[in-house]
């Protein structure tokens, strides 16, 4: 057995043995321990770091991945212009202060803040997190998200519900405003002038 083969099967090995124990906190090291077996075994999974575990996220519904696209060409349309910063896809992740990693829908982090893209994980917490309900998520752990990105010092947070049409706006201290078709998505604090009507986010039906 070569050598390098001995070294993956012990850290397979180390990985498995750390991930049963409850007690036991993953770290990010582990974490891309697990991307590797997969990529290994050709399977491509979204991974997240809580609280020391690792949790494996499935794919979402068609509807969501649409709205998901539709969200983040708008936002990137008006803001690669403009030069005022980055904007990430469901792939792009943070690692938090809190040493967690998570992977929001969508994300924007200001252009002062990223001044440089690296081949690695973000470590900071970007500036506004979208999260969009798929067909089987849950409302409560999308809400805690984002006010865990809120918590740790992102600026905005906003989900996206596609089941009743509503888009929720998240900000410290602040009430949620939730919005509805007819009403106008706009976040002056860090983008100021751009307003998307929230009709615009739902997918299309064609005749």
């Given at each position: 057995?070569?050598?390098?083969?001995?070294?993956?099967?012990?850290?397979?090995?180390?990985?498995?043995?750390?991930?049963?124990?409850?007690?036991?906190?993953?770290?990010?090291?582990?974490?891309?321990?697990?991307?590797g077996?997969?990529?290994?075994?050709?399977?491509?999974y979204?991974?997240?770091?809580?609280?020391?575990?690792?949790?494996?996220?499935?794919?979402?519904?068609?509807?969501?991945?649409?709205?998901?696209?539709?969200?983040?060409?708008?936002?990137?349309?008006?803001?690669?212009?403009?030069?005022?910063?980055?904007?990430?896809?469901?792939?792009?992740?943070?690692?938090?202060?809190?040493?967690?990693?998570?992977?929001?829908?969508?994300?924007?982090?200001?252009?002062?803040?990223?001044?440089?893209?690296?081949?690695y994980?973000?470590?900071?917490?970007?500036?506004?997190?979208?999260?969009?309900?798929?067909?089987?998520?849950?409302?409560?752990p999308?809400?805690?998200?984002?006010?865990?990105?809120?918590?740790?010092?992102?600026?905005?947070?906003?989900?996206?519900?596609?089941?009743?049409?509503?888009?929720?706006?998240?900000?410290?201290?602040?009430?949620?405003?939730?919005?509805?078709?007819?009403?106008?998505?706009?976040?002056?604090?860090?983008?100021?002038?751009?307003?998307v009507?929230v009709?615009?986010?739902?997918?299309?039906?064609?005749?």
């Amino acid at each position: 057995m070569t050598s390098s083969l001995t070294e993956s099967l012990t850290d397979r090995e180390d990985l498995q043995v750390r991930s049963a124990y409850p007690s036991t906190r993953l770290t990010v090291a582990d974490l891309e321990q697990l991307q590797g077996i997969l990529c290994e075994a050709q399977l491509d999974y979204q991974l997240e770091l809580v609280d020391g575990k690792i949790i494996i996220m499935g794919g979402s519904d068609i509807v969501s991945s649409e709205i998901r696209l539709e969200f983040g060409r708008l936002l990137l349309n008006w803001v690669k212009p403009r030069k005022l910063g980055r904007v990430f896809e469901s792939s792009g992740g943070f690692i938090l202060p809190n040493s967690d990693l998570r992977v929001p829908d969508v994300s924007f982090v200001v252009a002062s803040r990223l001044k440089q893209s690296k081949r690695y994980f973000a470590e900071l917490v970007p500036d506004l997190v979208v999260e969009i309900k798929s067909q089987s998520d849950r409302l409560k752990p999308l809400r805690e998200k984002i006010l865990s990105f809120l918590e740790l010092g992102a600026k905005v947070g906003i989900l996206i519900d596609p089941d009743k049409c509503t888009v929720t706006i998240y900000r410290p201290e602040t009430e949620p405003v939730i919005l509805r078709d007819g009403d106008i998505i706009s976040i002056p604090e860090l983008l100021p002038g751009w307003e998307v009507p929230v009709a615009e986010l739902w997918p299309i039906e064609f005749e």
